[in-house]
C-alpha cells in the first residue's frame, strides 16, 4: 500500500461522485488510471474500500502538481472528511 495524500478539500459534482482535493501526485499519474483501488482511513479510523472513478479536468494556469479525481458517487462527501488519508492498494499496478 502506498501512501498517496491527505485529504484537504472535498467537493460533489452533481450526478457524480465527491471529488477529493488536493489529489493523486503528478509522480504517480503514469501508473494510474480509472479504476485503481484505493483505501481510504478516515481521521475516525473508519477504513473505505473504493476505486477512482475517474480523473477531474482542471482548468490551469500554472502546472498542477496534483490532480483531483472522483470517486463512485456511492460514496457521499460527508463520509470523508478533510484530514483523512488516501492510500494506493497493491494491486493497482497489475
Same mark, same amino acid.
Given at each position: 500500500m502506498?501512501f ?10 452533481t450526478?457524480q461522485?465527491c ?15 480509472n ?7 478516515? *481521521?475516525? &479510523?473508519?477504513?473505505? !474500500?473504493?476505486?477512482i #472513478? ?7 494556469t500554472?502546472?498542477?502538481s ?5 470517486l ?8 470523508? *472528511?478533510? &484530514?483523512?488519508?488516501v !492510500?494506493?492498494e497493491d #494491486?493497482?499496478k497489475?
Amino acid at each position: 500500500m502506498q501512501f498517496l495524500f491527505e485529504v484537504e478539500d472535498v467537493f460533489s459534482i452533481t450526478g457524480q461522485g465527491c471529488v477529493l482535493a488536493p489529489g493523486v501526485p503528478q509522480a504517480f499519474m503514469r501508473e494510474l488510471k480509472n479504476g485503481a483501488p484505493l483505501l481510504i482511513c478516515t *481521521p475516525q &479510523g473508519e477504513h473505505i !474500500y473504493t476505486h477512482i #472513478d475517474f480523473f477531474v479536468s482542471v482548468k490551469k494556469t500554472q502546472p498542477l502538481s496534483h490532480t483531483p479525481f472522483s470517486l463512485p458517487s456511492m460514496i457521499k462527501k460527508e463520509s470523508i *472528511p478533510a &484530514g483523512s488519508e488516501v !492510500y494506493l492498494e497493491d #494491486d493497482a499496478k497489475k
